[in-house]
């Protein structure tokens, strides 16, 4: 594991971070449903990107910057509590990245699939629980809004993060076998 962040890492946490508040600051991440959350959020998409592409670094950092994001333009008690909105989306990334790094040795497409499936799972239940500890809803609740939004929410977040993890993977892999054609 890589002992410091490079510029590389740090432009890719700069860009998804934008697209983390993009999401939020246009409510395009999120959308309406007719359950008891209101809404599905695919915010923490970028958060399961960089931590699969980059490391755990960068997924905590896109995470923190969600999870900011989220705190300074809550429309609701529960998301303007900072142990609520921002802690529990640290570990989105890293959850992506500790899941992608045990699996991506047997399959690629397996490996995204289960970490960014997990990584949502995680954001999911980290909020649930938080609003639950302080008081924000009834562990009833949290279990409706973990059955009907987490699952949804995660198959979203699988399908996206396999169109951009892949293809982003496959560019980089048509650019080397260009420059390596180029350079014989």
């Known amino acids: 594991m890589k002992k410091s962040l490079t510029v590389r890492d740090i ?14 600051v246009t409510r395009l991440g999120y959308i309406p449903v007719p359950t008891a959350a209101g809404n599905a959020t695919i915010m923490h998409i970028p958060a399961i990107i960089g ?19 989220s705190f300074l333009n809550a429309t609701v008690p529960l ?3 900072p142990l609520v909105a921002i802690l529990p989306r640290l570990f989105i990334g890293v959850v992506a990245w500790l899941v992608y790094a045990g699996i991506r040795r047997k399959s690629e497409f397996l490996a995204v699939a289960v970490s960014s499936f997990l ?18 809803m009834s562990a009833k609740v949290a279990w ?22 892949l293809s982003w993977k496959q560019v980089g892999k048509s650019k080397k ?3 390596s054609d180029e350079v014989e």
Do not use: C
């Not at 409706?144 to 993890?165: Q, W």
């Open 11 to 24: 432009v890719i946490a700069g860009v998804l971070g934008a697209v983390a508040i993009l999401l939020g």
């Open 144 to 165: 409706t809004v973990a059955i009907t939004n987490g699952i949804p929410e995660a198959i979203v977040g699988m399908i996206v993060t396999l169109a951009v993890v």
């Open 119 to 136: 990584g949502t799972l995680t954001n999911t239940a980290l909020v649930l629980i938080m609003a639950v500890i302080r008081n924000y």
């Open 177 to 179: 076998s260009k420059i």
């Open 51 to 69: 931590g699969i592409m980059q490391g755990p670094a960068v997924g905590l950092i896109v995470g923190a910057i969600f999870g900011v994001s």
């Open 79 to 81: 998301f303007k509590d």
